[in-house]
């Protein structure tokens, strides 16, 4: 057992022999001295502590100090009434406040009964309750703080666990604090309780069984109650401060002391009118001139060194703000962070700031985290840390998104208004200021506040500002996702599984494949919209055949017709006869005749006409399945498919090309038409 359990035990079990064996007064006095040790100990710590949770034990601390503390009450209750003596620290306490004067300590101790109990014990408990409160009410705006900085990259995943433990730990210490103030409180009237047993009953056990007179055995008794609630009270008051000290504490940043003569004494004027106010009153008034006029004179001189040093910190602050100015061009270091562009950033104007800022209601940030965390769920890959600046640079209302430092795309909105737009079956339109939706660049108009209900009856989809933005940057993300996902994001994958599939990972890498390798599969697979969630399905099929193929373009093919379920999920979802378009078996044959290999991959050499006929071709079948209210999906052999949808990325980039070996044999499909030359 340690030491420092061993304390406690016997601290714990020693207030419950109290109050069964009588304590020899001198052990009682060394048990008292023990006591205001104590409570000077847990004074001086709470009033030096940073931070509250730096006595995190404090609410225990005070269930065991008074514990301890009634029983040496008792104890010397026992001996005061048995032997009418209970130690020289309890006598000395009696005569010494009182002075020799009965009546002048029992005022003494009363008064400081009263403003334990009825002051610092009743503002310790009043601000621990609303401390309480106002902690575990405030406890979802934190962490939404914390979710917010750890999205815009101003912490680590490290960090943000720390400051959320933290504030699970200070949410717990007040709501404990809450509760143990009223240890102290009970306490407190519990001494007063005992006090006057004391009294009454040494009178009663003096007059009748010591035979002594009244006045004798009041004398005697008083000094000893006196004594003894004193030597009870003072470590209560100096515990009871303690808890005031801890509950009232906000400072998180500098000692007690530093920081009362900062924000005392840190103000020149406020000593310059002291200083002249108490020299007026020591001059005009009967006041002692000397002492007040002394006042202020020193008050007006410790202002006149504070102004000095005030002045010397604004002229080091100012040379500060010169040199990290010109620190970026002066370092090396520097200038290498500033280079290194952010994978993706969204920048706005001065009057999108309200949608991000979480102080004027905003919730920018907030859909932030929401969007990676959709696409993490949706595609299986994680977006990395999307930064938000503000940029005055920009129109008020304009936004641009950034992936690596580049602007790929932008928008504006109208603050304070709503983008309406018609799904196709509205039949009365409404009046507002004509625009394009940015993500699709469908035609929209903006409407008011006013006119949101009745749009809405009409049938238009309607949006808020922060809606249009954040599915805008969701758009542009899953667009470039495959640019985003670097080496080290595949390396985070696969070592999200390799703990329980140590024997795939072992085989694959780096014997059969590299890193490099599989994220090209994986951005081919990212690039047209495939998940990347089942990563043992992918890693297991790049296994079965990287051992005849490192062709990443065809190991893309294989690990797709492996991912069928998910595929078919995706566009024929429900089991519904879906309308598609399929390719030429003559076309499907002269692009396959068109194909060169090379060491650096395969490309098409297909001739310029074919070319243009076939894009007219897949023009054609694509309108007819849009007009349709169906996708634009053209079905293809095998062999054929990721070289088809290579010669039509440029002219049709939204075109789905999927192969007969990706579609589940329960999905049914109906041809409307053949892409042919």
């Known amino acids: 057992m340690k030491k420092s359990d061993m304390f406690l035990g016997i601290y714990i079990l020693s207030a419950i022999i109290f109050l069964l064996v009588p304590i020899p007064t001198f052990l009682l006095d060394v048990l008292m001295a023990l006591n205001i040790s104590i409570a000077l100990i847990i004074l001086f710590n709470a009033l030096f502590s940073q931070e509250v949770l730096n006595m995190s034990t404090f609410p225990m601390v005070l269930l065991f100090t008074t514990v301890f503390r009634i029983g040496l ?262 200038v290498r962070e500033i280079i290194l562009p952010d994978q993706v950033e969204l920048e706005f104007g001065y009057g999108i700031i309200p949608l991000a800022d979480v102080s004027q209601g905003g919730d920018l940030l907030d859909r932030v985290v929401l969007i990676r965390r959709q696409i993490a769920l949706e595609l299986g890959c994680v977006v990395p840390t999307i930064r938000l600046r503000d940029n005055i640079q920009l129109n008020p209302n304009q936004y641009v998104i950034k992936i690596k430092g580049i602007a790929v795309s932008d928008g504006e909105i109208l603050f304070d208004h709503y983008m309406a737009m018609n799904p196709g079956h509205v039949e009365e339109e409404i009046t507002g200021i004509p625009t394009f939706e940015p993500s699709y660049h469908l035609p929209a108009i903006w409407i008011t506040e006013s006119q949101r209900e009745r749009a809405e009856s009409y049938g238009y989809t309607v949006v808020d500002p922060p809606s249009i933005i954040a599915t805008h940057l969701t758009e542009v993300i899953k667009a470039h996702l495959d640019e985003l996902l670097t080496r080290q994001a595949v390396q985070d994958l696969i070592n999200n599984i390799t703990e329980q599939n140590q024997v795939l990972v072992n085989e694959l890498i780096p014997k059969l494949l590299g890193i490099g390798e599989i994220q090209k599969v994986l951005q081919n697979l990212l690039r047209e919209g495939i998940a990347i969630r089942d990563m043992i399905t992918i890693l297991e099929t790049l296994a079965d055949y990287a051992a005849t193929t490192r062709d990443t373009d065809v190991l893309t093919e294989y690990v797709r017709q492996a991912l069928k379920r998910a595929i078919s999920n995706k566009y024929f979802p429900g089991g519904e006869t879906t309308s598609v378009v399929t390719l030429d078996p003559r076309a499907e044959q002269d692009i396959m005749n068109s194909v060169k290999q090379t060491e650096q991959g395969a490309y098409i050499t297909l001739d310029p006409e074919k070319t243009q006929r076939l894009m007219r071709s897949v023009k054609e079948e694509a309108e007819k399945l849009e007009n349709l209210g169906r996708n634009p999906i053209v079905v293809t052999s095998p062999i054929v498919r990721m070289y088809f949808k290579r010669l039509t990325k440029d002219y049709y980039p939204d075109l789905i090309v999927i192969s007969y070996n990706e579609i589940e044999s329960n999905v049914e499909l109906q041809s409307v038409g053949m892409v042919t030359e």
Not at 290 to 319: C, L, N, P, S
């Open 73 to 334: 009450n008792v104890a010397s209750t026992k001996n005061i009434l048995t032997q009418g003596y209970a130690g020289e620290v309890v006598e000395t306490f009696g005569e010494f406040v009182g002075g020799g004067d009965l009546i002048v300590g029992i005022i003494v101790f009363f008064i400081l009964i009263l403003v334990q109990f009825m002051v610092i014990n009743k503002g310790s408990e009043r601000v621990s309750e609303v401390q309480a409160r106002f902690t575990l009410d405030a406890m979802p705006g934190k962490q939404m703080a914390i979710d917010a900085d750890l999205n815009t990259g101003a912490i680590t995943d490290a960090e943000a666990k720390v400051r959320r433990e933290k504030i699970q730990a200070e949410s717990a210490f007040f709501g404990s604090m809450d509760g143990a103030t009223k240890y102290v409180k009970g306490d407190a009237a519990a001494g007063l309780m005992i006090t006057a047993v004391n009294l009454i009953g040494g009178l009663v056990m003096g007059m009748l069984r010591q035979g002594l007179d009244f006045n004798t055995a009041i004398n005697k008794y008083a000094i000893m109650t006196i004594g003894d609630g004193l030597v009870s009270q003072i470590p209560s008051l100096l515990i009871s401060l303690s808890t005031g000290i801890m509950v009232t504490k906000v400072s998180k940043e500098a000692d007690v002391g530093d920081l009362l003569l900062k924000e005392l004494f840190s103000t020149p004027k406020v000593l310059y009118m002291v200083g002249a106010g108490l020299m007026a009153m020591g001059l005009f008034t009967k006041l002692p001139k000397v002492i007040f006029i002394g006042y202020g004179v020193v008050f007006i001189m410790v202002g006149r060194k504070m102004q000095e040093k005030f002045e010397i910190a604004q002229t080091e602050a100012a040379a500060k703000a010169v040199e990290e100015e010109e620190l970026p061009i002066r370092k090396p270091e520097n």
